[in-house]
Nanobody
Framework: QVQLVESGGGLVQPGGSLRLSCAASGSIATIYGMAWYRQAPGKQRELVAGISRGGITNYADSVKGRFTISRDNAKNTVYLQMNSLQREDTAVYSC?????????WGQGTQVTVSS
């Protein structure tokens, strides 16, 4: 089993920044893809950003140029640096990691962008 612990969410004003972290622990052989998703009230969950084990990244169009995903393979941790936050970024953010056998989800962390 793999456990994911997320941190870094909170309340921030428009234009502000936050950094999310997601650390994996447990029976980890190899973690391949890592990603961040978000779900706003009344909306479907959407992919925000993903990163391969080799560091190839992809982003939702709505966050390109503002968010940066990165990972530390030695620490089994994925990060999401969020800059120039907008009210539309308000959502519960969850990390997702893939091993050779299955995907795992974090518990989610709330990000609220409001003045």
């Amino acid at each position: 089993q793999v456990q994911l612990v997320e941190s870094g969410g909170g309340l921030v004003q428009p234009g502000g920044s936050l950094r999310l972290s997601c650390a994996a622990s447990g029976s980890i052989a190899t973690i391949y893809g890592m990603a961040w998703y978000r779900q706003a009230p009344g909306k479907q969950r959407e992919l925000v950003a993903g990163i391969s084990r080799g560091g190839i990244t992809n982003y939702a169009d709505s966050v390109k140029g503002r968010f940066t995903i990165s990972r530390d393979n030695a620490k089994n941790t994925v990060y999401l640096q969020m800059n120039s936050l907008q009210r539309e970024d308000t959502a519960v953010y969850s990390c997702n990691v893939g091993t050779s056998s299955r995907f795992y989800w974090g518990q989610g962390t709330q990000v609220t962008v409001s003045s």
